[in-house]
């Protein structure tokens, strides 16, 4: 067997140990005589299953006791729609347009109300943070939505904007879990796990109990209101049970690997490598302003397509992949989330140094 240094920003690698795990699992999880594929999501022991990942995600990412988790469906982009239809009960909500994400929640946001782009970082294709500090918050907002790590682009918010009073949502998709996060900041936080947490197929969201109500869109459908799950801890219907399962493998992980205070520092150290490279290169640079560089995801170009292309290529082949950028991109993006070894990003950089010296 051998295994590749997997770059991608989502589908993206998995702890090896939680993978072995899950592996030994799979036909006799824990003396039931059945995979958790297989069991019953009403049986005890799945619900033993459900409670536990719910109460490793509490006491990782510390939610206060006044926050539900809910275990949702439909990815991240689901939730595009599903906070306008909850939340927006003025029909109003401001959004800080900071990439391909925040512009489609942005756009979702339209179809149910009036959504105000009330900053945006399009002007420069998205390399950088607006200061978020005296927005012109509407009056009437019923929130502020932000993406707070640019999967596409490779930027993150140093800073939280003010708000102004008005509840904070937040889609920190591939951010979630990679350091330390103040939960009691956000009306709304919410990611979906196939960047740094578990299988697609699961969106976690953290949702402050008093923004949970029956006060929803008319129309609005029993499946995408945040009460129907509240009021059910996620089992309303068939959860995704095997990948909640897998979230709770990781969240063991992470409490192993000593939680996340822990994961920031492995996390800063390892962009460190690859960031450190890219500003004494002569060949590959990195595409942001440095002061809003994401510690996940990496963009990085040489001066043309063909020696990119060239570059992907060899990459590839020495077990090094999925590095090619965003379509509306291009160029290269390395993502390195909790689960790339630092090994996996000190031998990148080798090899890049390496192609640097041949090319
Ligand atoms: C990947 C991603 C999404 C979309 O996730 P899906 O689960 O595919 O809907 C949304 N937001 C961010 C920040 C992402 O990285």
Same mark, same amino acid.
């Given at each position: ?143 502020? $939505?932000?993406?707070?790590? @640019?999967?596409?682009?490779? %930027?993150?918010?140093? #800073? *939280?904007?003010?708000?102004?009073? =008005? ?124 002061? $809003?560089?994401?510690?996940? @995801?990496?963009?990085?170009? %040489?001066?043309?397509? #063909? *020696?990119?292309?060239?570059?992907? =290529? ?46």
């Amino acid at each position: 067997m051998s295994r590749v240094y997997n770059f991608s920003a989502g589908p993206s690698m998995l702890p090896e140990e939680v993978l072995k795990e899950a592996q030994q699992e799979m036909l006799d999880y824990k003396g039931s005589g059945q995979s958790v594929m297989e069991m019953s999501h009403r049986s005890k022991v799945y619900d033993e299953i459900i409670k536990t990942a719910e109460a490793d995600f509490r006491s990782l990412a510390k939610v206060p006791d006044n926050y539900k988790v809910l275990f949702l469906q439909g990815g991240a982009s689901t939730q595009f729609a599903m906070i306008p239809m909850n939340l927006m009960k003025n029909k109003v909500a401001d959004y800080i347009v900071t990439g391909q994400w925040a512009k489609k929640a942005y756009q979702e946001a339209q179809i149910f109300g009036k959504a105000n782009k009330i900053a945006s970082s399009e002007d420069k294709t998205f390399t950088y943070i607006p200061d978020v500090s005296d927005l012109p918050i509407s009056d009437d907002a019923d929130y502020v $939505y932000i993406c707070q790590n @640019n999967t596409i682009y490779g %930027t993150r918010y140093k #800073e *939280l904007p003010n708000t102004k009073g =008005k509840i904070l949502v937040s889609d920190v998709s591939s951010m979630f879990l990679s350091e330390p996060m103040d939960v009691s900041k956000y009306g709304v936080v919410y990611g979906g796990v196939q960047k740094n947490v578990g299988p697609a197929g699961v969106v976690i969201t953290v949702i402050r109990e008093d923004l949970i109500t029956d006060d929803v869109l008319p129309g609005t459908p029993t499946m995408l209101k945040y009460k129907t799950h509240a009021d059910n801890d996620s089992l309303y219907n068939t959860p995704p049970a095997y990948n909640i399962y897998v979230c709770g493998l990781v969240f063991k992980w992470l409490k192993k690997m000593g939680g996340l205070e822990e994961m920031k520092k492995i996390n800063e150290e390892k962009a460190a490598v690859l960031y450190d490279y890219l500003d004494n290169s002569k060949m590959f640079k990195g595409t942001v302003v440095p002061e $809003y560089r994401s510690l996940m @995801n990496v963009p990085f170009v %040489t001066e043309s397509d #063909e *020696l990119n292309a060239k570059f992907i =290529k060899e990459a590839e082949s020495a077990g090094f992949v999925n590095l090619k950028g965003h379509r509306t991109v291009g160029g290269m993006r390395a993502s390195i989330y909790n689960a790339m070894p630092i090994e996996g990003v000190k031998k990148l950089v080798e090899f890049m140094d390496n192609f640097e010296k041949n090319n």
